[in-house]
């Protein structure tokens, strides 16, 4: 198996991974489960937060981003018990009730925390908020939902003209919108729909395309009155609401998985079972793309869990084909782009993903960090405005390269590594730990030489 081992750097204290390939390779095998579904764990917090009564919520993802989630809501008054036990409990206060908290609250680098919470705060009567994050979510844009909350009549001020954090949030009583988002993006959508929850009468947010939908289904579980209409990718949240805690059993985060069903797509004798992973509609772009590529991926044990589908997923290896990857597939595996290039990198002919544009505003503009880096590791791609074009086939070297503190970018350097001769370092490698802080322990158990 690859050598694979963390190295800390006192000054600056970054992780490096090291990945030391053998000249006749790798292969994958066994059954893992990864990580409990962000989006979800999010929601789940939130919802269970501002509703009535107790959530009970397992296997919530222990990354760093819901992290800031639960301490974001217990510094405005909800009780939420150890987040490292089986059952995770929030002790709901109430639609209205959070408490005016005493200091900033910090999303840390998770732009789900900061935006979805932004539509709970603005809409809180009577109460002052002030919300920042880290230098990297300090740059990303907000006034993709402070826009909308103005328009709802809500008080917001930040820098460059309200549209970056630290943002300032005088609460009060919002008005309904019809809000036609020119994004499809769900943390726009989730966060007019949450601040739609104490309005009077109905507030409706359309999209441009179909986007993941679990603020919407969580909402309807929780006991909101709220109506879906799939032709015109629009959503009515009638209020003011009363929501009512509920049992959440997270799935696998489908985003987690896709590093491993594309790392065992393309390593030559590899066959992975990937265990109780949600597949909900909305976000299975991944599979369709790599079903475009010609993957050997089956669904096995396809189930519903609280509300949410669910399956197992057994990735062969297989000779993947180039593709184009754009339109309307492209919201529903945004979060996947860059796992996608890597896999792109060993298919024949070329790739060409378009319309991702999205991506340049994520935790890193990751059209550019993966165009750089990957070829650092010797792949033949170019940067577009709005996306990728891959050449298939390049022989990858390893190569010194960073993950710019970007987590989905971290990981798919190490499956680019795994295909690559020589030894690979990964600089700021300790991001992965936002979504999977389990990654480099799972890489080494179900690699095999």
């Known amino acids: 198996m690859p050598t694979s081992t963390i190295h800390l750097t006192p000054n600056p204290p970054h992780q490096t991974l090291t990945l030391d390939i053998p000249a006749e390779g790798v292969a994958l095998e066994g059954r893992i489960q990864v990580p409990g579904d962000k989006s979800i764990s999010h929601r789940a917090l939130m919802l269970g937060a501002i509703?009535?009564?107790?959530?009970?919520?397992?296997?919530?993802?222990?990354?760093?981003?819901?992290?800031?989630?639960?301490?974001?809501?217990?510094?405005?008054?909800?009780?939420?018990?150890?987040?490292?036990a089986e059952w995770v409990k929030v002790k709901g206060v109430g639609l209205g009730n959070l408490q005016e908290p005493v200091d900033v609250l910090n999303a840390g680098n998770s732009g789900t925390t900061l935006r979805l919470m932004l539509g709970l705060l603005a809409s809180q009567p009577d109460c002052f908020f002030t919300v920042t994050g880290d230098r990297s979510l300090r740059s990303r844009p907000m006034s993709r939902v402070v826009a909308p909350l103005q328009q709802m009549g809500a008080q917001i001020w930040g820098r460059h003209n309200n549209s970056l954090a630290p943002l300032a949030i005088q609460g009060r009583r919002l008005n309904p919108i019809h809000y036609h988002s020119p994004v499809a993006s769900?943390?726009?959508?989730?966060?007019?729909?949450?601040?739609?929850?104490?309005?009077?009468?109905?507030?409706?947010?359309?999209e441009p395309a179909l986007s993941r939908d679990h603020t919407e289904r969580m909402l309807k579980a929780f006991g909101a009155n709220l109506t879906v209409d799939p032709e015109s990718h629009s959503v009515v949240i009638a209020g003011p609401a009363q929501l009512q805690g509920q049992t959440v059993i997270v799935p696998g985060d489908i985003s987690s998985a896709a590093f491993w069903l594309v790392a065992a797509a393309i390593t030559p004798g590899s066959e992975l079972v990937i265990?109780?992973?949600?597949?909900?509609?909305?976000?299975?772009?991944?599979?369709?793309?790599?079903?475009?590529?010609?993957?050997?991926?089956?669904?096995?044990n396809e189930r519903l869990v609280t509300g949410e589908p669910v399956a197992d997923l057994r990735v062969r290896h297989s000779r993947l084909k180039g593709c184009v990857i754009d339109g309307d597939l492209i919201p529903r595996l945004i979060d996947e782009v860059?796992?996608?290039?890597?896999?792109?990198?060993?298919?024949?002919?070329?790739?060409?993903?378009?319309d991702a544009q999205e991506l340049?505003?994520?935790?890193?503009?990751?059209?550019?960090?993966?165009?750089?880096?990957?070829?650092?590791?010797?792949?033949?791609?170019?940067?577009?405005?709005?996306g990728l074009e891959i050449q298939g086939g390049a022989a990858l070297h390893g190569a010194e390269v960073d993950s710019y503190t970007d987590h989905r970018v971290a990981m798919s350097l190490a499956i680019a590594a795994l295909r690559s001769t020589g030894v690979t370092q990964i600089?700021?490698?300790?991001a992965a730990a936002v979504s999977y802080p389990d990654f480099k322990s799972t890489l080494e158990t179900i690699c095999r030489q």
């Open 427 to 430: 600089q700021r490698a300790e």
């Open 275 to 300: 265990e109780n992973v949600g597949v909900n509609p909305t976000r299975t772009g991944v599979l369709e793309a790599l079903a475009k590529m010609e993957a050997d991926i089956t669904l096995e």
């Open 360 to 386: 340049r505003v994520k935790e890193s503009d990751r059209l550019a960090v993966m165009a750089s880096q990957l070829s650092r590791l010797g792949a033949q791609l170019t940067e577009l405005p709005d």
């Open 338 to 354: 860059p796992i996608l290039a890597v896999a792109a990198l060993f298919a024949e002919g070329t790739t060409l993903i378009r």
């Open 186 to 206: 769900a943390q726009v959508k989730s966060c007019i729909l949450l601040a739609g929850l104490m309005c009077n009468g109905q507030t409706t947010v359309t």
């Open 51 to 84: 509703s009535t009564g107790e959530t009970a919520i397992k296997g919530l993802l222990l990354g760093e981003d819901p992290r800031r989630t639960a301490a974001c809501f217990q510094a405005m008054g909800v009780e939420i018990t150890d987040l490292e």
